[in-house]
């Protein structure tokens, strides 16, 4: 079976920064996509970020320039390095992997593009 298990989360002051980590086991990942998403109380999930399976990586407006999205594929895990954190930036996020092999379309920033999902890990964000 296919397990995406996420970590790294935690509660951080505004300002600083957070790292999470999501580790793939079941197959391998290269050649797909993979992607963050966030669901705040009260709000529908949204997209954070994404990484292509070639590297191009896609980021929402509100992070963009404070977020940063890798992979090593080595190691099957992808990453999403958390800088200036705000506490809009509160939410449970989650990891999540395209099931398309070598997709060279746009649609990284749509969650039903994703095929396989982790359980999420909450980050809290103080003022």
């Known amino acids: 079976q296919v397990q995406l298990v996420e970590s790294g989360g935690g509660l951080v002051q505004a300002g600083g920064s957070l790292r999470l980590s999501c580790a793939a086991s079941?197959?391998?990942?290269?050649?797909?996509?993979m992607g963050w998403f966030r669901q705040a109380p009260g709000k529908e999930r949204e997209f954070v970020a994404a990484?292509?399976?070639?590297?191009?990586?896609y980021y929402a407006e509100s992070v963009e320039g404070r977020f940063t999205i890798s992979r090593d594929n080595a190691k099957n895990t992808h990453y999403l390095q958390m800088n200036s954190l705000k506490p809009e930036d509160t939410a449970v996020y989650y990891c999540?992997?395209?099931?398309?092999?070598?997709?060279?379309?746009?649609?990284?920033?749509?969650?039903?593009?994703?095929?396989?999902w982790g359980q999420g890990t909450q980050v809290t964000v103080s003022s």
């Open positions: 999540a992997a395209d099931g398309r092999k070598y997709y060279s379309g746009s649609s990284y920033y749509t969650s039903s593009s994703y095929t396989y």
């Open positions: 990484i292509s399976w070639s590297g191009t990586t």
């Open positions: 079941g197959r391998t990942f290269r050649g797909y996509g």
